[in-house]
């Protein structure tokens, strides 16, 4: 146990304190005792730099189940600590707006801060474990507090519509992704991230390496929302706005993106890694992007542009994995993809992040998200409007921001896949320019959407429920920060670029001996990602401006997305389906279970003897009959047997009586006086209590018709075979010696009595009567309960 | 006589079986008590029969029936006996309550459970 491990499992344990605080200190908000330790792990991550910075890390074991070889390793190199900047600073941020975004006397902040403290640490473990089982918990520990985070306002359909929406297709990504670790621990027989890569040659031959590969993938698809999987996260966005910034679309639905940039060293090898990855990241970038454009509202545009961004982080992933496949890494002429996934990864989650809050802002002060009814806030909030133009220049990718570098290098990077020969990259390759061009020019087109529907255009104060006014500075202090982000890495890219991603990409694609070393140029000379910039801008104004001239275009699919609808109906058929299913043998007819119990009884037991051939009859060691024996017999015989068709009930407790004496009688021939006693005595009281039962009950109005079911016949006859076969066998086969002499000889040594059966009732066997005591005294006090005590409704029943 | 004892523990259990799967919980009860006295009967039986004096020691004999059966018969009695009474108990409230004591009208339906 280490101080990394500490920082890890520390908002875990700060989460049980939470309700205290909570409880103690009303008048202050829940979120000023939950600040501090983001902001601590911050600084405390931010000590690592100096270790990865030289491309080194990191890493401190601590022993779990060292028996299945599950160890709680965690690791620190470039791609984890980035990670874990990410989380923490951005978890900072989003804490200090919570605060003033969540009303404290409105809405129950224990549990808001519970769910997010126990994702901060979920996150944590996911990108700073080394092991795949400990990776695989916190993953679905994300999952979980995600669920609960959506679901934070239950009380609305959406909310647990979107939860469970999400929820289900998380975590059966989670599940295949555990799939996969299992199959690659068939294939290395270790769950350690390190020494599976550096084993990764071996296995790449390996028939278990593509099903280990698509079931990775699966579950990196589903986290990080990749088209077809992505329709979860649009619903996701009911949750309060602070959870959108900083779970769907800062860190966690990154969990795929880690995941991918995780595992490359492992799989990027082969062709359909990258094909896949880039495939999926291009077209949901596409769709992601075109979709956001028909969006009205802000948090709808904001969560398809992630999900577009998303795309474009893991295309250009799939892209940099084609690199490993040329020799010549050296000069990084193909890694400049992994370069601009990383620094886009960053840029995405400080311009994202601070127009998710800006998005909260406006909603929090005017009380609406839709941009039809909004416009015009410009006077209102300047500062809001100042912070909203920076995150969607950054977005659209205009200088001088940092979205502007990122999504040039985006460029370079899917104009040099035309470069590439291999994988027959050269006859399809020029769709991932083509498209990423086309997404680009509708990321344009809604970033613009997004701020001048905004805040200029018609001020509609009739359509708000509030009079707009500037956000109190709380509320602007994160976004003013992730903004200054914004503006100081577009200006200095090269603060991050050594320290930040170089030893991230050194994680993603380890080479031996090489030390990566980035630069990042404003200027590039007249490149064709400079004209494709200029194109993106020119034509990106044009579609803005006569943008209601295209609406049909945008509006061409049906606005509840055929995907959403297959989900829907998956999920109302698959409910009604195991509803029917169970209703099929669960129909609530006690007989029905009675009828299953039995069958099951004939069947096992009849298979049992046929199978074992168990079935024996051997009449040599009987014992002698007496006539008043067959006498007796043919009484119990006749007495049970009439029960059956006697129609009163009166007649039927006494055949019971007679059966129960004869019992006793049978005791009696058969050397059992205690038993002769005891059945005597319970025969007796449990007659009088039936007569009792039945002198209250009020006589029924027609004695229930007893009609003659043939299958309860068969099944009955049948249940009496099996016992009388079973009852021979056992005569016949006697395998053991008894150990009735045992008790013989020590009853009297041992316990001092002679009674044997007594003494081994309260001596060997003790126990045995101290809880069947315990039974009877339970179900006399469920007669007492029954008879004494009355619910609510059964007095009400009583007084009409 | 431990074949024809097979015989009448195989009429208890089938008579058992055949009220326990009727829909009158009265009948259900009745059957309850015949199967206890049928699986009493079978463990007496698979002990073997008359194979000696009553297992006190005080009779001196050269050998005593199983104990053991016996002891667990003792203990299964004392049991099915406070079964039957909780059944019973059971039935009574549910047909002052419910006004029936058939099984089907007792279920539970949909939102009444």
């Not at chain 1, 320290?499 to 991230?504: D, K």
Request: hydrophobic residues 50%.
């Amino acid at each position: 146990m280490s101080l990394l491990h500490l920082a890890i499992i520390s908002p875990f344990l700060l989460a049980i304190l939470v309700p205290i605080a909570y409880k103690l200190f009303r008048q202050i908000h829940t979120g000023w005792f939950v600040l501090p330790l983001p902001i601590l792990l911050f600084s405390y991550f931010i000590s690592y730099l100096s270790i990865t910075s030289n491309q080194q890390s990191v890493t401190k074991s601590f022993s779990w189940i060292p028996a299945l070889g599950i160890d709680f390793t965690a690791k620190v190199d470039g791609l984890g600590l980035l990670f874990a900047l990410l989380i923490t600073g951005i978890g900072s941020l989003v804490v200090l707006y919570s605060i003033y975004y969540l009303d404290k006397n409105k809405e129950k902040l224990n549990t808001f801060y519970v769910y997010l403290l126990l994702f901060m640490g979920a996150m944590l473990g996911v990108v700073l474990s080394d092991n795949l089982i400990v990776l695989y918990t916190f993953w679905e520990f994300t999952s979980f507090s995600s669920f609960l985070l959506i679901g934070y306002w239950y009380h609305r359909e959406k909310s647990r519509y979107g939860a469970q929406k999400s929820m289900i297709i998380t975590v059966f990504g989670g599940l295949s992704m555990l799939g996969g670790i299992i199959l690659l621990y068939l294939m290395t027989g270790t769950f350690s991230i390190s020494e599976i890569i550096a084993g990764s040659d071996e296995i790449f031959s390996h028939s278990l390496f593509v099903p280990a590969l698509l079931c990775f993938l699966l579950g990196a698809f589903t986290k990080s929302a990749q088209f077809p999987f992505h329709i979860w996260l649009p619903d996701a966005m009911e949750a309060p706005t602070p959870v959108s910034a900083y779970l769907h679309s800062a860190t966690m639905v990154k969990a795929g993106i880690y995941l991918v940039a995780r595992m490359s060293p492992v799989f990027a090898e082969h062709p359909l890694w990258l094909w896949l990855i880039a495939g999926f990241g291009i077209t949901t970038l596409f769709w992601g992007s075109f979709s956001a454009v028909k969006q009205t509202d802000l948090k709808a545009i904001l969560t398809f542009s992630t999900v577009s961004q998303l795309g474009m982080i893991m295309s250009l992933l799939g892209i940099g994995a084609a690199a490993l496949h040329f020799e010549t890494v050296d000069d990084s002429y193909f890694t400049v993809a992994t370069t601009a996934a990383v620094f886009h990864l960053i840029n995405h989650a400080t311009f994202k992040g601070s127009l998710f809050m800006v998005a909260g802002i406006v909603d929090h002060e005017t009380g609406t998200r839709d941009i039809r009814k909004l416009g015009g806030l410009m006077n209102f909030m300047p500062i809001t409007f100042t912070l909203a133009i920076i995150g969607t220049f950054s977005m659209a990718g205009l200088p001088p921001f940092n979205g502007f570098l990122s999504k040039e290098m985006f460029f370079t990077g899917m104009v040099r896949v035309l470069e590439m020969d291999i994988f027959n990259l050269d006859t399809w390759g020029f769709l991932f320019p083509v498209l990423a061009w086309v997404a680009s020019v509708f990321t344009f087109i809604y970033s613009m959407i997004l701020v001048f529907k905004t805040f200029t255009g018609k001020f509609q104060p009739e359509q708000l429920e509030k009079k707009p006014h500037e956000a109190p500075i709380g509320m602007l202090i994160s976004p003013i920060i992730l903004a200054s982000l914004v503006i100081i890495i577009g200006f200095f890219p090269n603060i991050i670029s050594n320290t930040l991603i170089s030893p991230a990409q050194a994680a993603i694609m380890p080479v031996e001996g090489y030390v990566y070393d980035t630069h990042i140029y404003f200027w590039h000379g007249f490149t064709p990602e400079l004209f494709m910039t200029l194109g993106v801008i020119t034509l990106g104004i044009l579609l803005f401006v006569t943008l209601p001239k295209w609406r049909r275009v945008y509006d061409f699919f049906p606005e509840k997305l055929a995907l959403n609808r297959f989900y829907d109906s998956m999920l109302e058929v698959s409910q009604r389906a195991s509803f029917n299913l169970t209703r099929l043998y669960m129909n609530g007819f006690i007989r029905t279970y009675l009828v299953y119990i039995f069958s099951f009884f004939i069947v096992a037991l009849a298979a049992t003897l046929v199978l074992k051939d168990a079935f024996k009859f051997d009449t040599s060691d009987v014992a002698t009959i007496h006539y008043a024996e067959v006498l007796l017999a043919l009484v119990i015989a006749a007495a049970s047997i009439s029960i059956l068709f006697v129609k009163s009930r009166m007649t039927s407790i006494i055949l019971l009586g007679a059966v129960g004496y004869t019992v006793s009688l049978f005791f009696v021939i058969f050397r059992a006086p205690d038993l002769a006693l005891t059945q005597l005595v319970i025969e007796t009281i449990s007659v009088s209590l039936f007569l009792l039962a039945f002198y209250h009950l009020p006589k029924l109005r027609h004695e229930e018709r007893m009609g003659f079911k043939m299958t309860n016949a068969l099944i009955s006859v049948g249940v009496g075979a099996i016992v009388t076969m079973i009852a021979l066998s056992a005569h016949s086969n006697k395998m053991f010696p008894s150990i009735a002499q045992y008790y013989v000889e020590n009853t009297y040594k041992e316990a001092a009595g002679k009674n044997m059966v007594n003494v081994i009732l309260v001596d060997f066997r003790g126990f045995d009567t101290m809880f069947e005591i315990t039974v009877l005294g339970i179900a006399a006090l469920g007669i007492f309960a029954m008879i004494k005590l009355r619910l609510e409704g059964g007095k009400k029943n009583e007084n009409k | 006589m431990e074949i024809l004892m097979a015989f009448v523990i195989g009429i208890l259990f089938m008579s058992a079986t055949y009220l326990m799967l009727s829909k009158s919980l009265l009948r259900i009860i009745v059957g309850t008590g015949l199967l206890s006295h049928g699986a009493h009967m079978l463990i007496l039986t698979m002990g073997g029969l008359k194979k000696g004096a009553a297992p006190l020691l005080g009779e001196n004999a050269p050998s005593y029936t199983d104990p053991i059966p016996q002891a667990l018969i003792l203990t299964a009695i004392v049991i099915s006996f406070g079964v039957t009474a909780f059944f019973l108990v059971l039935a009574y409230r549910a047909y002052q309550e419910l006004g029936t004591d058939n099984m089907d009208r007792m279920r539970g339906t949909e939102g009444n459970d």
